[in-house]
């Protein structure tokens, strides 16, 4: 009779053997064909690591002499061993594995989650940036000022500008509810604050709106051409003392909408600071809303000036 | 100068409120006679040496040549005035000083209280309340408000045109001689690269300290385009950037930035 701790001994030298093997798969090759899966890689090489742990076990039991065939018992032993090792090793390995990707589907999950509150976020703080943005008490006081000065002198313009005003403060007071609306609301919000700022700078703004009336019922993220009206004015013709003026022009070119807001103001600073809280947020919104489908860029005109233009996918909105 | 109607000179670019302004003084102070008008300060600063006019309303936001420039210009010869539109930088600079301003739209209750005060320093002959020291000072104050802003934009030339570059989008800044290079991304992953005339030293100062770091004399890197930082011998780094092949050196005396990475 084996001693004991003999088939112990043996045992263990087999299991070893599988999990070398099944460590070993895990991660070599690093590449393996689309058609091989790594699980039964590694199930394969347990399969064939037993016979060979096996056999290694006896060679180092026996002094480095196995002598199957020759001593008696010994090749029946070897073959339960094998037997045995084979029967259960890639059971015990299919379970680990599968315990492994239960894990590893656990932390992407996780991960997932993570990054999508992440994006979930940053919309919010666009979109909280946005709220924040519309309205500037800077505009609207100058604006009351001068519609003050109208009713002082029972102006008739009074009552135009502000209807001008109402128009834009109905559609620039935060909307909830909406994250896309039409182009012809988005216009109507640009020509209100053009109108308004032609009241305000009459000999230094000239404007014009080149639209296309078929595509009034696209799909526009909300303050998209104000934002470039609004940047045109103030970092365009404000500065100017001869002004300018400010051409909104939107095209449809291969099922993309493409809006370009152009001036004829004083240009870029050297360095173009201080242009750009507005367009920065803007870029941010944009790619919120289309990822790498959206593009913003600036440019300048000769002889003076600046033409930004941003281009989207062309979306029809829901009638 | 008692004797003769005092005399005033209106500076603002808005049409509608300059003759408001008007409207509004010839009730509060109906002597005072305003002489002359400019649409910005340029026109401000001819039109004081034209008329030499008692009081100055000068609006502080003005095309071209602003109020507070045409203030200085005009220094302590006429008694100042500046109107502000509402913008909390410019009025909290006002409020804390003793120079005499109004906020638009102008209150008439406030505009009698500043004509009155004005009155009175024109019977007694007090020279000023604007000297130079105190528009030195206010010129200052709105400097500093609105240039601490970081870049945004690095403007460079690609080909015929003029581009922006979003700063965020750079990836690194290199210097080289007189001429630094603009390697950035665009929002479809393309990488660019332009080459700009400011230097990296002029660049630097006006960077967000947050998102970019100088590694090397010369080598700016976007610390959201590191890939990774390899440490090599003899106590420098490599940079290994997003998408890029590009390897950037960290010199010895930049390491630290990396040391707890």
Redesign the interface.
């Known amino acids: 009779m084996l001693p004991f701790y003999m088939v112990v001994g043996r045992t263990m030298v087999v299991g070893f053997a599988a999990l070398l093997a099944f460590g070993l798969f895990e991660r070599w090759p690093a590449r393996l064909p689309r058609w091989f899966a790594r699980w039964a890689l590694q199930v394969l090489a347990i399969v064939l690591a037993v016979p060979l742990g096996a056999y290694l076990a006896y060679w180092l039991t026996t002094g480095g002499h196995p002598q199957l065939g020759a001593v008696s018992g010994r090749l029946q032993g070897y073959v339960e061993l094998t037997f045995a090792g084979i029967l259960f090793a890639p059971w015990i390995a299919v379970g680990a594995l599968v315990r492994q990707r239960d894990t590893f589907a656990r932390e992407q999950a996780a991960a997932f989650a993570l990054e999508r509150s992440e994006l979930e976020r940053r919309a919010l703080d666009a979109r909280f940036r946005l709220l924040q943005a519309q309205v500037e008490p800077h505009f609207l006081f100058n604006t009351l000022a001068n519609v003050q000065a109208l009713v002082e002198v029972g102006a008739p313009q009074a009552a135009k500008v502000l209807k001008s005003l109402i128009a834009y403060l109905r559609a620039a007071v935060p909307q909830l509810h909406e994250t896309v609306t039409t182009l012809d609301q988005e216009l109507e919000l640009v020509r209100a604050y053009l109108e308004l700022m032609h009241m305000r700078m009459p000999d230094r703004l000239m404007f014009e709106i080149r639209v296309d009336p078929t595509l009034l019922k696209l799909q526009c993220p909300p303050m998209t051409l104000l934002t470039l009206v609004e940047n045109a004015v103030r970092h365009g013709i404000d500065p100017s003392e001869i002004g300018g003026t400010i051409e909104v022009e939107v095209r449809l070119t291969s099922s993309r909408c493409l809006a370009s807001v152009t001036d004829t103001g004083v240009g870029l600073k050297v360095t173009g600071r201080g242009l750009g809280t507005g367009l920065a947020s803007l870029r941010e919104r944009l790619q919120l809303a289309f990822g790498a489908e959206a593009q913003l860029a600036l440019s300048e005109v000769a002889p003076h000036g600046v033409r930004a233009e941003v281009s989207f996918p062309a979306r029809m909105t829901q009638p | 100068m008692t004797a003769q109607r005092p005399t005033a000179l209106i500076a603002e670019?808005?049409?509608?409120?300059r003759?408001?302004l008007e409207?509004?003084l010839t009730l509060v102070w109906p002597e005072l006679a305003v002489v002359t008008r400019a649409?910005?300060g340029?026109e401000a600063i001819e039109q004081f040496d034209a008329h030499h006019p008692d009081v100055c309303f000068l609006d502080v936001h003005m095309?071209?040549v602003t109020g507070i420039e045409a203030a200085r210009h005009i220094g302590h010869r006429a008694h100042l005035v500046f109107v502000t539109?509402?913008?909390q930088y410019a009025v909290q600079a006002f409020a804390q000083g003793v120079l005499d301003y109004l906020v638009?739209?102008?209150d008439a209750t406030r505009l009698a209280q500043t004509a009155a005060r004005l009155q009175e320093r024109l019977r007694t002959a007090r020279s000023a309340v604007n000297t130079e020291v105190l528009l030195q000072q206010l010129a200052a104050t709105l400097e500093r408000q609105?240039?601490s802003?970081p870049?945004?934009?690095?403007?460079a030339s690609v080909g015929q045109?003029?581009?922006?570059i979003?700063v965020?989008d750079v990836d690194f800044l290199c210097a080289e001689e007189k001429y630094t290079m603009v390697a950035w991304h665009?929002?479809?992953?393309t990488l660019r690269e332009a080459v700009i005339r400011?230097p990296l030293k002029e660049?630097s100062a006006?960077l967000d300290a947050t998102q970019f770091a100088q590694v090397h004399r010369s080598v700016i890197v976007n610390l959201n385009s590191i890939a990774r930082v390899v440490r090599g011998s003899n106590e420098t780094a490599d940079v290994h950037l997003k998408g890029r092949t590009e390897v950037l050196p960290v010199s010895r005396s930049y390491l630290h930035l990396f040391r707890q990475m």
């Open positions: 670019d808005e049409p509608l409120l003759e408001s409207q509004q649409r910005n340029r095309p071209g539109a509402y913008d638009k739209p102008v609105t240039a802003a870049l945004r934009w690095i403007r045109n003029v581009t922006l979003p965020q665009e929002a479809g992953g400011t660049l006006q």
